[in-house]
Structure formats: structure tokens, C-alpha cells
């Protein structure tokens, strides 16, 4: 067989490439294969493009404000008490003892209590009123409410069942430890037809009347 006549060739859309072995004669040039188009990358943005491009906004953080006051923050006292249709109305004044502003905002828990870590006697203060506004309490500052104190003299004692109490004890708003005020006194450990304490919500100063 001549194998000079049968080489094979080999063609492709890309590459002609003429393969010749063991035949006379001077091989035949290989051409270069033409260029397949390939795109070419697309061109690095230029430091001034880069500069220009927008940089997305996202929300600017609020600066935090002061924390609510805390019970250890808070010391208490009573104003000056006035009378009016069987109740004596006093402020309960909580003032900022500590050394960061702090805030209030609402009703503090109130109720009557046999001693400073004693037994509650009836039921707690009954809230006056809305929630309010968030009171800033600056270190040394004070806020108050109005507290009423029902004279229970004026209930049926079997109904009221009189009890002496020492104080009150407070919960600051939001607040889970209490704080105690001495304010000896009679309260109702039973449950007569009105409330013996109310409480109002909390304003900035001492709320004197």
C-alpha cells in the first residue's frame, strides 16, 4: 500500500494540519490556526471611576439615650400631704442618687406593707391617669407622682379589716426590685368597696401641692 497517496488529512473549521510520514519529499508548512474570537476582558475600572462610583447609604445608628433608673439609682420621700374628701394626697418623690442621667416613665407599683421587708397589706395602688411622657432625671434630680391614701376609717371595719402598717413599698417603673418608705399608718387587709391607694403617673420635679 502507498501510504504517501492514502495520508490521511485532517480538516476542522479552526485547524488544517497536513500529517505526512515516510513520503519523499519536503514537508508541508503547518499554517497557524486563526484566532477563535475570544472576547477580551472587559477593561479595569479607572481609579476615578472607582472614586466616582456611589457608595450605598444605609441607616445612620441613633446615639443610644440614657437608660431608665434603675431601683439602686432611686432614692424616696414624701412630700407634703393635703386633704380632701376622706384621702390625705402626698408626692412620692424618686430622686436620682446616682451618677448617670437616667429616665422614668409611667406608674410605680405602691402598696401598703407591714415593715420594710414585711408582709403587703391589701391591695396595691390603683393607676390614675395615662402612661405619660419619659421623664430624663438628671443625677441629683427628682421626679414624682401623686399618691392618695384613702382614710380607712371611713369603711366598715369588718369589711376593711384595719391593719397597722410601717410603709410603702415601691417598684420604680419597669422595675422588679423595690424600694421601702417608712409611713406608719392603717391599711385595709380586707377588700372594702373603694381603693385605698392611688397613684398618678410619673412627673419631672417634686410635685409639691
Known amino acids: ?28 508548512t503547518v499554517s497557524n490556526p486563526p484566532s477563535l474570537g475570544a472576547a477580551a476582558p472587559p477593561p479595569s475600572a479607572t481609579t476615578s471611576e472607582q472614586a466616582a462610583a456611589p457608595v450605598p ?19 424616696l420621700s414624701l412630700g407634703r400631704g393635703g386633704g380632701a374628701a376622706g384621702s390625705v394626697y402626698q408626692s412620692l418623690r ?12 409611667g406608674f410605680p407599683g405602691v402598696s401598703y406593707v407591714t415593715g420594710d421587708n414585711g408582709t403587703q397589706v391589701g391591695e396595691p395602688a390603683v393607676r390614675v391617669g395615662t402612661k405619660g411622657d419619659v421623664v430624663t432625671v438628671a443625677p441629683g434630680a427628682t421626679a414624682s407622682v401623686e399618691l392618695g391614701m384613702v382614710n380607712v ?9 384595719p391593719t397597722p402598717v410601717k410603709g410603702l413599698r415601691v417598684y420604680p417603673p419597669n422595675e422588679t426590685a423595690s424600694l421601702f418608705i417608712p409611713s406608719p399608718g392603717t391599711g385595709c387587709a380586707g377588700t372594702p368597696p373603694g381603693q385605698q391607694l392611688k397613684v398618678t403617673t410619673m412627673k419631672a420635679g417634686q410635685g409639691d401641692n
Open 153 to 161: 376609717g371611713n369603711y366598715d371595719a369588718a369589711v376593711c379589716k
Open 57 to 75: 447609604n444605609g441607616p445612620t445608628p441613633k446615639a443610644a439615650g440614657p437608660d431608665r433608673c434603675h431601683s439602686a439609682m432611686l432614692a
Open 1 to 28: 500500500m502507498n501510504w504517501c497517496r492514502t495520508a490521511g488529512v485532517i480538516t476542522s473549521a479552526v485547524v488544517l494540519t497536513a500529517v505526512v510520514s515516510g513520503c519523499g519529499g519536503s514537508s508541508p
Open 94 to 105: 424618686f430622686t436620682n442618687v446616682s451618677g448617670k442621667t437616667c429616665t422614668l416613665q
